[in-house]
């Protein structure tokens, strides 16, 4: 089955404390993205990944470091978290790439993290 | 990318189709509409996109006006399990940044 694949899902942390949540996907997806989505913000994108070892900053990217060493993954980490980063946590990716455009996202289920 | 105007909300009875209004009106000639729904704190899921003709998959079908300045999302047999908040989204097909972004949307509540 195709799909994307995030660990953990639920996540309670304390300030300062490195975490790291895996991203996987299962399509062959050259692009790969994190967002972040909170109550009245919306979605909003954090890093993407065109392709293996190429990544970009979104719009809110401070505070995150991500790598793409694989194809496949895309873990995002966080190195100091802070209470402002509790959120709800999505990966996605998609097909096309610079041969040609793309027209779906597929997102993971989500992590919910805490930082207290 | 254009702006979308949707209903806040609607309902639907289960097992009937479910018609969900979007406003593009400032919509350019490269910009497709994209539909994606998100079940509560589940992660979105792409339904349908088109730019000029009406299309159709197996989840739903997508109906643009001439003018492409509004669409209809059709969920032809509505379940309860497609209770859910639905966004129209009105970009251009890129090869980028690709961000999505997401307004207040419609939340469409199935009832049984």
């Known amino acids: 089955e195709a799909q994307v694949t995030q660990n953990p899902r639920y996540l309670i942390t304390v300030t300062g404390k490195k975490l790291t949540v895996t991203c996987s996907q299962n399509m062959n997806h050259e692009y790969m993205s994190w967002y972040r989505q909170d109550p009245g913000l919306g979605l909003r994108q954090i890093y993407y990944s065109m392709n293996v070892e190429v990544t970009d900053k979104g719009d809110v990217p401070e505070g995150y470091k991500v790598s793409r060493k694989e194809k496949r993954n895309f873990p995002l980490i966080l190195e100091s978290p802070s209470p402002n980063q509790t959120s709800l946590y999505f990966c996605?990716?998609?097909?096309?790439?610079?041969?040609?455009?793309?027209?779906?996202?597929?997102f993971g289920p989500g992590t919910r993290l805490t930082v207290t | 990318d254009a702006k979308t105007t949707q209903p806040p909300s609607m309902d639907c009875a289960e097992g009937r189709a479910a018609n969900l209004p979007c406003n593009h009106s400032t919509i350019s000639g490269n910009e497709y509409v994209y539909w994606y729904r998100q079940i509560h704190s589940q992660g979105p899921q792409y339904i349908i996109h088109g730019l000029k003709n009406n299309e159709t998959n197996e989840m739903a079908s997508l109906i643009i006006t001439e003018d492409r300045k509004s669409s209809t999302l059709i969920l032809p047999h509505a379940t309860l399990r497609d209770t859910a908040v639905y966004y129209c989204i009105v970009r251009v097909a890129d090869t980028g940044r690709r961000a999505l972004t997401f307004g207040s949307g419609t939340r469409l509540q199935v009832q049984p």
């Open positions: 996605a990716s998609s097909g096309g790439g610079l041969a040609g455009p793309s027209y779906e996202q597929y």
